[in-house]
Nanobody, 123 residues
Framework: VQLQASGGGSVHTGDSLRLSCAASRRTSSNNGMGWFRQAPGKEREFVAGINWRGDSTNYADNVQGRFTISRDNAKNTVYLQMNSLKPEDTAVYYC?????????????????WGQGTQVTVSS
């Protein structure tokens, strides 16, 4: 399985970006999916997760209310809409497929990782 992430870029504080992640085959139909990020010198952290049906989501506290995760199982794709971006959101963003039907917050919940896409927010 390959996960191809796209949509990253360089923006300013308050701007928006939409990340997409397409799976190479129908792997996500029964699995949770999500997004993690890693800033320079920091550990990879959970950002958002969505269950296999797309009707249950969870978010890290520092993105709650600004980011929205969604998925389209017909396209094997998960999205992350990021609004009101802040400089502290700067990181490489990784999409992930969960081991289960739900995406938990721990790295050990991940079965597959995408290659990452850079998001840079300047003030």
């Amino acid at each position: 399985v390959q996960l191809q992430a796209s949509g990253g870029g360089s923006v300013h504080t308050g701007d928006s970006l939409r990340l997409s992640c397409a799976a190479s085959r129908r792997t996500s139909s029964n699995n949770g999916m999500g997004w993690f990020r890693q800033a320079p010198g920091k550990e990879r952290e959970f950002v958002a997760g969505i269950n296999w049906r797309g009707d249950s989501t969870n978010y890290a506290d520092n993105v709650q209310g600004r980011f929205t995760i969604s998925r389209d199982n017909a396209k094997n794709t998960v999205y992350l809409q990021m609004n009101s971006l802040k400089p502290e959101d700067t990181a490489v963003y990784y999409c992930a497929v969960s081991l289960s039907s739900y995406m938990g917050r721990g790295l050990t919940n991940v079965r597959y990782w995408g290659q990452g896409t850079q998001v840079t927010v300047s003030s």
